[in-house]
């Protein structure tokens, strides 16, 4: 088995190597390594050096990109139900009742190009649908480049810290004591977690949403709840598949919805064989402001503190 301290890019045109890049431990046993301002656990960073050197974009491409547990699953749903929609078909002809949305959209960096530095992709049909929790600067240039599309969701960093907090916990090992919120919030605060810093993730995506709107459709987790209907209309339009009557806006707002999608077996048990996390555990309450049952005051200041300073000047508020 490889080590740390062996590890590097198994991209050709990168030869990074893992032991010179600085180091911590997040979430008490997970080594994470910082490559170009982000941090990252090692599969992921390979996988992602690896998607830079040879993924090739094509025009048609969806790229659906966000920081961890802002609401990525929703539109895990939703994109895929729009660009295929089942046309108010039979419940077994939606492919949500016998996948998780995992599977309709594989990640860059935790499937497609995890173990496999150079994928044949050529096959997939058009349009192929991917999800990713790079920051925008690492995004392979092809994905930048080309005329595919990115939609992003970006959430409150309070709710986005605190689902994390609830899915580390729902995923310990048996007999693991559960991470304390205190701990992971201060790492959090610095930046050091997966994919982070949280506000670094969220600000490269909104900057080049207002540089490029056609390229870049910038969602907020919270403004979808308020006005699901407007939003999803909204994506629906940005991906080319406008809905031609409220029916279908209908039915898809039902069929990925949180209290749909919570109750198919499917989504009941197992684990994604790609990232190890139980599927039910990425279904939980999808409210928006849970920050208030777990969080103190001092931790509610300190991290609008950091929000306030990190997009003062930006337009961007969360
Ligand atoms: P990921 O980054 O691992 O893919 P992601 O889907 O972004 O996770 O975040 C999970 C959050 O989205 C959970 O929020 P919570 O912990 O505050 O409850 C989850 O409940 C919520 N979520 C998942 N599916 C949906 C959905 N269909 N509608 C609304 N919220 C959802």
Known sequence: ???????????SSSSVLFDELPRAICWRMFEHYQWEGFWYYPPHLEAAMAARSHFKARDDDIILASCPKTGTTWLKALIPSIINPTGGGEEEDDPLVTNHPNALMPSLEIKIYSGNPNPD???MLSPRLFRTHLPYSILPETIQKSGCKIVYIARDPKDAFVSLWHLMNANAAAGQEP?????TFDSFCKGVH???????HVLGYWNESLKRPEKILFLKYEE?????RGQVKKLASYLGKPFVNEEEVDEILWRCS??????LEVNKSGIDPWDGLAYKTYFRLGNVGD????LTPEMKDRLDDITREKFQ???LDL
């Open 1 to 11: 088995m490889e080590t740390s301290s062996t590890l590097k890019s198994s991209s």
């Open 121 to 123: 992709l050529s096959g």
């Open 179 to 183: 991470h304390s919120i205190g701990d």
């Open 194 to 200: 997966t994919f982070g810093p949280f506000h670094d």
């Open 224 to 228: 979808m709840k308020k006005d699901t």
């Open 258 to 263: 949180l209290e749909r999608l919570k109750n």
């Open 291 to 294: 920050w208030k049952n777990c």
């Open 313 to 315: 000047g930006s337009g």
